[in-house]
């Protein structure tokens, strides 16, 4: 129709955000968050997009400074935080890159600014410290997850059964190689 214009709204920011963090665009991504910040159009899902971003983009520390400066208050007591997505995924993020002390420290953050981990959350620990040969503290960390009233998913074990077959392997591969 003639005269007709598009109106964007927060949708349609969020869109496009999640677009320029699949091709890992950080930095049209973050301008993207500022104009939705001027136009109030910034929600949870937009700080969790913008960490997403920076976390496909190996900006760690972005992303800790995004859930900082952005981490939501918790509204209703019976619903999962609104920013646990984006703390999973960070400390996903610094698990896979090898840096399991610093994904840690950020679970920890997580309960300091109280942020439930969900299954997600200690399946992404589970795996990073199945992959670092920490299957003492994996076995703790499941443990720790069930007293939480979590119940461990296929996820879950999953990490655990990739730990421990890793840990087969090496060995295996020690003993044949002598």
Known sequence: ASGSSVV?????????MKGFAVQCDLENAKSLFSEM????????????????????????VFAE????????????????HPNVEAYSELLDGYAKAGQLDRALQIFHVMQERQV???????A????????????DSARKM?????????RPTVKSYNALIYGLVSEKSVKLFGECAT
Do not use: P, W
């Open 124 to 135: 992404c620990l589970l795996r990073g410290m199945s992959a670092a040969m920490k299957l």
């Open 116 to 122: 439930e981990a969900n299954e997600i959350t200690f």
């Open 65 to 80: 400074e995004i859930l900082s400066l952005h981490t939501s208050k918790r509204k209703e007591q019976h619903k999962q």
């Open 8 to 16: 964007s709204n927060r949708r349609s920011y969020n869109t496009m």
């Open 37 to 60: 910040q001027r136009l109030r159009h910034c929600d949870s899902i937009s700080v969790n997009t913008l960490v997403h971003a920076a976390v496909k983009a190996d900006d760690f």
């Open 142 to 150: 499941l443990e720790y997850m069930e007293s939480t009233g979590l």
